[in-house]
């Protein structure tokens, strides 16, 4: 944990810990920059940075980690404008903590972030014979299907598997449009901005309609759409 705020910094370590994480704490980038320098001897799992640091700041930092490291990044900060989060995601980090955050949300994000760094570990070939749980519904990755919590089968498109596809392999994550294109480029013809939200509403009818689904797939007001329901890969 990044935080040059040495009381905080304290209560989010013990709170980690509590919770069964090992936490190092320190307060600035040469700090951070001597612990990366031995990432071989002690792998970090993730990296909860501020951005307002003394010296380098946390954006700086992330940029600089990004060049040699795929560790997941949150950044934690009082900066919450919308504005602030999309800079945060654009420079490289995995999700965005506005303070002042809750126990329970931080926990919920820390976990968020390292079942992903987790799935992203497991082979392309395996994810595409995985079977996807999520919010009731079941998508079977090789035979295509997607089944509703009713037991019925929902018929998509090819454009809408793919898309449903990538927003499984990167839950609770945020994924711009632009994102959403490159991850299934290939796949969705026509590709474009405007393409992503004509299956996102596609798809969200076919599930029932946006009043159903808003909590599984997620609208991010000038950013994208995130699969925001737990996902558990069988």
């Given at each position: ?53 003394p010296g ?84 079977h990755a ?84 995130m699969l ?7």
């Open positions: 944990m990044v935080e040059d705020d040495a009381p905080l910094r304290a209560l989010v370590s013990r709170l980690l810990r509590e919770c069964g994480y090992e936490v190092t704490g320190v307060g600035d980038g040469a700090e951070l920059d001597q612990l990366i320098g031995r990432i071989q001897e002690q792998p970090i799992d993730l990296i909860l940075l501020d951005i307002m640091l380098e700041d946390g954006l700086s930092l992330c940029r600089k980690v990004r060049e040699t490291s795929a560790v997941p990044i949150i950044v934690v900060s009082a900066r919450g404008q919308e504005s602030d989060r999309v800079t945060g995601l654009d420079t490289g980090a995995d999700d965005y903590i506005a303070k002042p955050f809750g126990r329970q949300e931080l926990l919920a994000r820390v976990r968020a972030v390292l079942r992903r760094a987790k799935t992203a570990h497991i082979p392309p070939e395996a994810l595409a014979a995985a079977k996807f749980s999520f919010g009731g519904w079941s998508y090789r035979r295509k299907e997607l089944i509703a919590p009713s037991g019925a089968e929902v018929i998509l498109t090819a454009a809408e598997y793919e898309l449903l596809f990538t927003l499984l392999r990167n839950p609770q994550r945020t994924l711009s449009r632009e994102r959403l294109l490159e991850l299934s480029r290939g796949r969705i013809s026509d590709a474009s901005d405007r393409s992503i939200d004509v299956l996102v509403s596609r798809l969200r009818n076919k599930m029932g309609g946006a009043r159903r689904t808003g909590h599984i797939i997620r609208t991010i007001r000038g950013v994208g759409y925001a329901a737990d996902v558990e890969i069988s």
